[in-house]
């Protein structure tokens, strides 16, 4: 029975990843091999906008050293901005939106997150990086927005 337990946490983190993102840069920022990884992500509901986003990727000799072995850091950053024609689709509308993406930052609990949330006042798209661990969550976040004013874009009616 054990043997059919062990494949779960791999399914688990295969399956964390939400929206469409590649990576498109990395480089090294330190001489043990630490690096900034940036990442391009489409919002699945939202067509024209892009987001990119940064975050850090430990090296092996840095959580060697730490001996945090299976986490990276909270620190992200995000940035958000109209690369098309923007189409919004069936968002959620309530103040506390809808997660676009997120993505294992640990063996099995902690992940970098993204969520949209529409701000109906202002008429803009807000978009915030974080990260989410079943216990003591970070307090680092990031935030981007995408004003709608003077685009001809529909918004689903709540």
């Not at 098309?84 to 676009?100: F, M, R, Y």
């Not at 701000?119 to 003591?136: C, G, S």
Request: proline share 4%; charged share 25%.
């Amino acid at each position: 029975m054990r043997k059919h337990l062990l494949p779960i946490p791999f399914l688990l983190l295969a399956a964390c990843g939400a929206g469409q993102h590649e990576e498109v840069g990395e480089f090294k920022n330190d001489l043990i091999g630490n690096e900034i990884k940036l990442e391009a992500l489409k919002d699945p509901k939202v067509d024209g906008v892009t987001c990119h986003l940064s975050y850090f990727d430990r090296a092996v000799w840095d959580r060697l050293a730490k001996g945090n072995w299976f986490e990276n850091p909270s620190n992200s950053s995000i940035a958000c901005r109209q690369t098309g024609a923007i189409t919004i689709g069936d968002i959620d509308l309530d103040k506390s939106g809808e997660e676009v993406f997120s993505q294992a930052q640990s063996l099995i609990f902690k992940q970098l997150a993204v969520r949209r949330i529409y701000d109906a006042d202002n008429n803009t798209l807000i978009y915030v990086a974080f990260t989410r661990k079943p216990v003591e969550g970070s307090a680092k976040m990031s935030i981007s927005s995408i004003s709608l004013y003077g685009q001809d874009v529909a918004v689903p009616a709540p």
